[in-house]
């Protein structure tokens, strides 16, 4: 009976609950994440260690589900932003701070009509600006590529374009694995302006008869036309022959 008594005085009592908790794979759960990789399970650690996420009531929150939610032991990425992940069982708890990236979804090329406008060789540079899709990313934070189909009309230094010879060339920015291009179109300098029906226009005319239309021919031929350049015709003497347009 004493052996009895002393043995059972002896024994260590059984735990009815953890005495500690921690999140046991904060390491894995604060590494990179961008929105849409997998799924992370948060793994905990409890003593003694005859309590276990089988055994025991654990509780596993988000502090921003619009960046993470919790399904059981389960954290899934939603959105773009940083959220507090909290551990509990009954009063013991353990937090880790996880972190969201966005992923990129596009880029724009956002000054196509002032890239695209007359461009002859000699004028100024030209600058290429972007926009990247979500606003998260910059030039600042992203590698953005511009390149040009035909260097020997427009070269490419960083993000600005200069005008090397006439011709065209697709400009092409490229971030990640998305692209925008614009087709650009370098025209040589304006070499002559001439009248090329003034036979026509120099034939009797009498006061009353029907208009007549100027005609002009542009040098160089494929670069130059009246429509997409400007032509002005004036009279000097508007008594004898008015002028609207041509």
Same mark, same amino acid.
């Given at each position: 009976?004493?052996?009895?008594?002393?043995?059972?005085?002896?024994?260590?009592?059984?735990? $009815?609950?953890?005495?500690?908790?921690?999140?046991?794979?904060?390491?894995?759960? #604060?590494?990179?994440?961008?929105?849409? *990789?997998?799924?992370?399970?948060?793994?905990?650690?409890?003593?003694? *260690?005859?309590?276990?996420?089988?055994? $025991?009531?654990?509780?596993?929150?988000?502090?921003?589900?619009?960046?993470?939610?919790?399904?059981?032991? +389960?954290?899934?990425?939603?959105?773009?932003?940083?959220?507090?992940?909290?551990?509990?069982?009954?009063?013991?708890?353990?937090?880790? #701070?996880?972190?969201?990236?966005?992923?990129?979804?596009?880029?724009?090329?956002?000054?196509?009509?002032?890239?695209?406008?007359?461009?002859?060789?000699?004028?100024?540079?030209?600058?290429?600006? &972007?926009?990247?899709?979500?606003?998260?990313?910059?030039? /600042?934070?992203?590698?953005? +590529?511009?390149?040009?189909?035909?260097?020997?009309?427009? /070269?490419?230094?960083?993000?600005?374009?200069?005008?090397?010879?006439?011709?065209?060339?697709? !400009?092409?920015?490229?971030?990640? /694995?998305? #692209?925008? #291009?614009? /087709?650009? +179109? &370098?025209?040589?300098?304006?070499?002559?302006?001439?009248?090329?029906?003034?036979?026509?226009?120099?034939?009797?005319?009498? !006061?009353?008869?029907?208009?007549?239309?100027?005609?002009?021919?542009?040098?160089?031929?494929?670069?130059?036309?009246?429509?997409?350049?400007?032509?002005?015709? +004036?009279?000097?003497?508007? *008594?004898?022959?008015?002028?609207?347009?041509?």
């Amino acid at each position: 009976v004493c052996l009895s008594l002393w043995i059972a005085a002896c024994e260590k009592p059984t735990e $009815t609950k953890p005495t500690s908790l921690s999140i046991a794979n904060k390491e894995a759960l #604060t590494a990179e994440w961008l929105l849409g *990789d997998a799924d992370r399970t948060v793994e905990v650690s409890m003593e003694p *260690d005859s309590f276990t996420a089988e055994n $025991t009531q654990i509780t596993v929150t988000s502090g921003n589900t619009a960046a993470v939610t919790v399904s059981g032991m +389960t954290l899934k990425a939603v959105g773009a932003g940083t959220s507090v992940i909290t551990v509990s069982a009954g009063e013991l708890k353990d937090e880790v #701070t996880v972190t969201v990236k966005p992923v990129l979804s596009g880029v724009s090329i956002t000054n196509k009509e002032a890239l695209t406008a007359e461009w002859v060789e000699g004028d100024a540079d030209r600058t290429v600006e &972007v926009s990247l899709t979500p606003d998260s990313f910059t030039l /600042e934070n992203t590698q953005v +590529t511009v390149t040009s189909a035909n260097p020997e009309v427009v /070269e490419v230094s960083g993000m600005t374009l200069k005008a090397a010879g006439a011709g065209t060339s697709v !400009i092409t920015v490229s971030a990640g /694995e998305f #692209t925008d #291009t614009v /087709e650009l +179109t &370098v025209r040589p300098a304006l070499e002559s302006v001439q009248v090329s029906n003034k036979d026509a226009l120099t034939a009797q005319w009498i !006061i009353g008869s029907e208009d007549r239309t100027v005609e002009v021919a542009l040098s160089p031929s494929e670069y130059y036309n009246t429509q997409n350049t400007q032509i002005t015709v +004036t009279s000097e003497n508007p *008594d004898v022959v008015e002028v609207s347009g041509m």
